[in-house]
Antibody, heavy 119, light 110 residues
Framework: EVQLVQSGAEVKKPGESLKISCKGS????????IGWVRQMPGKGLEWMGI????????RYSPSFQGQVTISADKSISTAYLQWSSLKASDTAMYYC????????????WGQGTLVTVSS | QSALTQPASVSGSPGQSITISCTGTSSDVGGYNYVSWYQQHPGKAPKLMIY???NRPSGVPDRFSGSKSGNTASLTISGLQAEDEADYYC??????????FGGGTKLTVL
């Protein structure tokens, strides 16, 4: 059974750093893209970027380039999303999702990680 | 403002059919057959319902169908059921080598 299991909810202060994770199981982790999606409170979905764990090829959506870092450790089948300096506007639910290609749909999703940034 | 335009809300009665539109441009919806549709219930992760315009993943009821004409893609749900009440999002590959979502449509089953 394909599963993406994300790390737990986080509460951080502005300016702090954070790294959240997404562990894949039940499939060949290095053969599919993993993407990250932001959903701000009461708002819609936004693709942030994707990574191919097989060779760490990473692509960022223009709005998120330079704002976050996406990485992966294929030895433990885990993808990461990290911030070096959080802002209150980073408060959102973050989902990881598996994609077969860079162009197509995301067929499996993690349960989401809620990040709250507040002073 | 989202790259793809969806109606904010649609509604229908049980058993009826509804269609949700997703309008883009020739640089996204109209230019590629990489339109997907997702269903999201409150507090849950999105679920893929349609990929590559009209294909259903295994396990998705055939009441859900997708199509495209020009720069507009559509999701049709026939035989509406109470459990179909959710938010629906379209997405498309773009000429900028990214995938973008629509703003989302809230489906209410009356």
């Amino acid at each position: 059974e394909v599963q993406l299991v994300q790390s737990g909810a986080e509460v951080k202060k502005p300016g702090e750093s954070l790294k959240i994770s997404c562990k894949g199981s039940g499939y060949s982790f290095t053969s599919y893209w993993i993407g990250w999606v932001r959903q701000m409170p009461g708002k819609g979905l936004e693709w942030m970027g994707i990574i191919y764990p097989g060779d760490s090829d990473t692509r960022y959506s223009p709005s998120f380039q330079g704002q976050v870092t996406i990485s992966a450790d294929k030895s433990i089948s885990t993808a990461y999303l990290q911030w070096s300096s959080l802002k209150a506007s980073d408060t959102a639910m973050y989902y990881c999702a598996r994609r077969v290609t860079t162009k197509g749909g995301a067929d499996y999703w993690g349960q989401g990680t809620l990040v709250t940034v507040s002073s | 403002q989202s790259a793809l335009t969806q109606p904010a809300s649609v509604s229908g009665s049980p058993g009826q059919s509804i269609t949700i539109s997703c309008t883009g441009t020739s640089s996204d919806v109209g230019g590629y057959n990489y339109v997907s549709w997702y269903q999201q219930h409150p507090g849950k992760a999105p679920k893929l319902m349609i990929y590559e315009v009209s294909n259903r993943p295994s396990g998705v009821p055939d009441r859900f169908s997708g199509s495209k004409s020009g720069n507009t893609a559509s999701l049709t749900i026939s035989g509406l059921q109470a459990e179909d009440e959710a938010d629906y999002y379209c997405s498309s590959y773009t000429s900028s080598f990214h995938v973008v979502f629509g703003g989302g449509t809230k489906l209410t089953v009356l």
